[in-house]
């Protein structure tokens, strides 16, 4: 412990950035990144990953240099209140399938149950996504055996709908394995997807969705694919890089409306599309979140107190991609239904 927190004060120290941020990291005791903000029993709840250091990260294209061990959820009782910081979650060790990677996670209540849902790899190091179970939203959570089945790729976010329905939506190109598996949810063990997938003008890989069944720990149905078109009903093309879907699928509703927000990965926006049902299609509309400090931009919605928050990360801290900070801020719906820009550096 003591050798992490003396980097830290390493990187905190260099000087990195004469960047100016709009906000201040929520915890800087450990690197916490994609973090999913709930309301449960009315505090503020966070389930970010928890970045590490490495003595010797590997970098590449499929993410490895992001080599997290284990999950701490982050309460608050309000915005700009102290951050709690819980003890460990999860830990990959309690998790009988995995292998390695615990990327973002989710997590939801259903009848004082919480439910957090991660991805890893399994022993073949394929991404599936896991659920693990706890009476209390801090944890600690108890890992079921085996994946959920019938699921694939990473960046799970459980979506509640006003009706009780839960669905999961899921997905991530490039490291996250979601351009391995078609839309019939078969498996092709192609490796990593190149920038442009070797064909700009098809359709961009859709994120996926499920319904969960009533015990929440299995889907109620095939994954399917969600669409993403322009206004003009057109599909969004692979090679359109600041408006296809990158990783990081995260739904809120108002008014009636389901907001698709998403990354764009390697142009490093969070942008957002509607539709009027939970499946879609979504339309684009815009861009929710200009590109962060460091590589990943994630995120998630939450309203608040009749206030909409914004918690995203960035790399204030470190100055390291894969040792990441989380951050929050309030974003504001326009009257015609559209989502103001948000810049978290301001030059
Ligand atoms: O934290 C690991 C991965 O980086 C996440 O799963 C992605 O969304 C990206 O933030």
Sequence with gaps: MKKIVLTMIFFA???YSQKKFINEPLVS?????????HIFNGKIYVYPSHD?????????????QYAMRDYRVLSMDYIGGPVTI???????????????????????????????????????????????VADKPEGPFKSKKTPIEGSYSMDPSV????????????????????????????????????QDNGMPNSPAISPRIAL?????????????????????????????HDRRFFEAAWIHKKDGVYYLSYSTGNTHYIVYATS???????VYQGVLNNPVQGWTNHHSTLKFNDKWYFFYHDTQISGKDFLRNVKVTEMFHNEDGTIETINTIID
Aim: proline share 7%.
């Design 13 to 15: 120290t260099l000087g």
């Design 29 to 37: 005791e450990i690197f916490t990144a994609d973090p999913s903000a």
């Design 52 to 64: 590490i250091v490495e003595e010797n990260p590997k970098y590449d294209d499929c993410g490895s």
């Design 86 to 132: 819980h003890d460990v979650a999860l830990d990959l060790d309690d998790v009988p399938w995995a292998k390695r990677q615990f990327w973002a996670p989710d997590a939801a209540e259903k009848d004082g149950k919480y439910y957090l849902y991660f991805p890893t790899k399994d022993k073949q190091d394929i991404f599936k996504i896991g659920v693990a």
């Design 159 to 194: 979506f509640k709908d006003d009706d009780g329905k839960y669905y999961m939506y899921l997905g991530g190109i490039w490291g996250g394995q979601l351009q391995r598996w078609d839309e019939n949810n078969q498996y092709t063990p192609s490796g990593c997807e190149t």
């Design 212 to 240: 969960m069944s009533d015990d929440m720990v299995s889907f109620a149905e095939d994954l399917k694919p969600v669409r993403i078109i322009d206004k003009d009903g057109n599909p969004i093309l692979t090679k359109d």
């Design 276 to 282: 009027d049902n939970p499946y879609g299609p979504f």
